[in-house]
T-cell receptor, first 113, second 116 residues
Framework: GQQLNQSPQSMFIQEGEDVSMNCTSS?????WLWYKQDPGEGPVLLIA?????ELTSNGRLTAQFGITRKDSFLNISASIPSDVGIYFC?????????????FGQGTILTVHP | GAVVSQHPSRVICKSGTSVKIECRSL??????MFWYRQFPKQSLMLMAT?????????EQGVEKDKFLINHASLTLSTLTVTSAHPEDSSFYIC????????????FGDGTRLSIL
């Protein structure tokens, strides 16, 4: 089945530093989404990408939908303590998997004040 | 923004009990809702797709008789874990997608199920 490889698995950074994480796939995805999950809560949508090459920002967050449609990255600039959490990439493909989300393994972000 | 409400947030019950979890889309209609299961420090795994007015579609390896799904209205889907056992303990999360156009999935806050 479809899989998303997300890296890095975890990051330990100082407040103020920039962060970059990415997801790759062996198959094409039609939509790329980035979510953040805090402990004991459901994922919250950060950015949704619908077109190959699309670059979208949401405050300090920027994400891009790769031209090949097989990858996406998320950047966080000037990190702050509340950025701590688990970040997941997710994608949807077409065909029989239409609408279903495939999730990456997640990136655990720790920000030291 | 799109809000999905999930209830209860936490359940602790004895082995053999059946547990019902509700998922509601509060400010939009959702013909499709999704149920996920998440183990500690792991990603979300799709269990089933809930379709309003029709049978749910289960992912491979998920027992449909164990995890009963009902999607009787455009704003409510329920997941019933029947005769729950300790190995069913997990974090269950639902999501819903606005029926209008291409919209991303929005998630509920999850239900922590603990079977003693």
């Amino acid at each position: 089945g479809q899989q998303l490889n997300q890296s890095p698995q975890s990051m330990f950074i100082q407040e103020g530093e920039d962060v970059s994480m990415n997801c790759t796939s062996s198959s094409i995805f039609n939509t790329w989404l980035w979510y953040k999950q805090d402990p004991g809560e459901g994922p919250v949508l950060l950015i949704a990408l619908y077109k190959a090459g699309e670059l979208t920002s949401n405050g300090r967050l920027t994400a891009q939908f790769g031209i090949t449609r097989k990858d996406s990255f998320l950047n966080i600039s000037a990190s702050i303590p509340s950025d701590v959490g688990i970040y997941f990439c997710a994608g949807t493909a077409g065909g029989t998997s239409y609408g279903k989300l495939t999730f990456g393994q997640g990136t655990i972000l720790t920000v030291h004040p | 923004g799109a809000v999905v409400s999930q209830h209860p947030s936490r359940v602790i019950c004895k082995s053999g009990t059946s547990v019902k979890i509700e998922c509601r889309s509060l400010d939009f209609q959702a013909t499709t809702m999704f149920w996920y299961r998440q183990f500690p420090k792991q990603s979300l795994m799709l269990m089933a797709t809930s379709n309003e007015g029709s049978k749910a579609t289960y992912e491979q390896g998920v027992e449909k008789d164990k995890f009963l799904i009902n999607h009787a209205s455009l704003t409510l889907s329920t997941l019933t874990v029947t005769s729950a056992h300790p190995e069913d303990s997990s974090f269950y999360i639902c999501s819903a997608r606005d029926s209008r156009g291409a919209q991303p999935q929005h998630f509920g806050d999850g239900t922590r199920l603990s079977i003693l």
